[in-house]
Structures are given as C-alpha cells and as structure tokens.
C-alpha cells in the first residue's frame, strides 16, 4: 500500500477541500486519522478512495466527502455532547472524538459493535461510550446531546432523538421513503421550536429499528 498519509493528504485535497469544506477541525481530524484501519485489512488499500466501502453485515463506511460534510454541518464544538446512531466502523465517530467532543454512539449489529470497540481501544480513542441498541430509542440516560448525527436513513424522524436533544441542539438525519436514497434533513432546536432544512441527497444505509424501519 503507498504510504497512507500522502493517500490522506490527497483525500482530503482533492475530495474534501475542493468540494467547498473548509472546518479547521473537520479537516484536521480526516487528515490524522488512519481510515485504512476502519475497514477489512483486503480492502485497506481502497480506504482513501472517493467512495463508500463494505465493513460487512451489509453495511458501509461512508464516503470521505459525506462524513466531511456532515461533520461540518453538524457545527459540533469541543466539549460538546454529541450522539451518534449507527457506529458502523466507528470512523464517524472517530473524526468527531478528534475534534473534541465528547461522543456517545450506538450500533445494532453486534459483530460490528465489537470491532468498533476494538478499534477504539487499540487507538486509544478512551473518551468514545458505545452501546449496543436500537439507536432510533437514543440514548436516554444520558440525555440532552448538544449534537445528534444520524448516519442510516429512515422513513422518519424518530421521535425520541428529537426529545433528546438540547435547547439549542443541532441534528443532521438522512430521511426519506425510498430505501437507500434520502435527504438530509438538519433539524435545530431553539427556545422551544424545533424546525427542518433539507441540504440535499444522500444515500444511506437502513435505520433499522422501532422508529426506522
Ligand atoms: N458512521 C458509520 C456508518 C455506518 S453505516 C461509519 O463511520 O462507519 C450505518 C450503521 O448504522 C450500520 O452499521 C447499521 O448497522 C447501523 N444502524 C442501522 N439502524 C440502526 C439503529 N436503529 N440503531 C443503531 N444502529 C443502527
């Protein structure tokens, strides 16, 4: 494999910068963490490529350019609470814990609940909670979240991350009815009135799940 930080590097040039993303931490935090190491060891020579990739079970690892975009999108500060359903490989989840934030995440599918533990641990990403659950229910105990990332589409809003997250709180969900094409919906809560802006296509898994499908 050619050396992986001048693969980063020209990841983050060519896919990320030139599509308009410019979050110093957002940026940072791509360009430090090996994305190689978030996938099956056959397919680590395709992690910096401009595409989702397999992590088994039937699910993905999102492209570079979407996990840049909701990433800045979700305007996720140090310090802040941020809640993740659908840890995946934990690369999300990573990008997020490299800027600062103090991030709980939730996966449904135990073999890759596992892995992404693993990963965490053999990082040394210490500060990353997970549970293994239906992430549409969040995570209740340890509510309110000042962000709430989504990354698996469902055909609706679930109610309880809604009501879990902060005044003011940010949320970025794929949403739509057809399976594996959505929009991403930014939802904002602000002294009391929760209101919804749509920023575009995306194409994610399935948010499996009670309020999912
Ligand atoms: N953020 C991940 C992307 C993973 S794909 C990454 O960076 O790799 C979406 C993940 O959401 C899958 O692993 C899938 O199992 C999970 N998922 C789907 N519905 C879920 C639910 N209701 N609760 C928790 N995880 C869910």
Redesign the pocket.
């Known amino acids: 494999m050619v050396d992986p930080v001048r693969l980063r590097e020209r990841m983050v040039r060519e896919q990320i910068e030139a599509r308009g993303i410019a979050d110093r931490r957002v940026l940072d935090a791509m360009r430090s963490l090996p994305r190689h190491k978030?996938v099956e060891e056959a397919l680590a020579s395709k992690a910096y490529s401009d595409g989702p990739l397999p992590?088994g079970?039937g699910?993905?690892?999102?492209q570079p350019y979407i996990?840049a975009l909701m990433s800045e999108l979700l305007r996720a500060e140090p310090g802040m609470k941020v809640l993740?359903?659908?840890?995946?490989?934990?690369?999300?989840a990573a990008v997020l814990a490299h800027m600062g934030c103090d991030v709980y995440t939730?996966?449904?599918?135990k073999p890759?609940f596992f892995a992404a533990r693993k990963r965490f641990m053999d990082m040394r990403f210490f500060s990353i909670k997970l549970k293994l659950?239906?992430?549409?229910m969040g995570w209740p105990d340890e509510s309110p979240f000042d962000r709430i990332i989504v990354?698996?589409g469902g055909p609706e809003v679930p109610e309880p991350l809604v009501a879990q997250l902060a005044d003011p709180g940010r949320m970025l969900i794929p949403v739509g009815q057809g399976k594996r094409l959505q929009s991403l919906v930014l939802i904002e809560k602000n002294a009391g009135e929760v209101t919804r802006i749509d920023k575009g296509d995306v194409a994610?898994?399935?948010?499996?799940?009670k309020h999912?499908w």
């Open positions: 978030f992590i079970q699910q993905t690892i999102s996990v993740e359903i659908g840890t995946g490989s934990g690369y999300q939730v996966e449904r599918i890759l659950d239906d992430g549409t990354t698996a994610f898994v399935d948010l499996v799940g999912g």
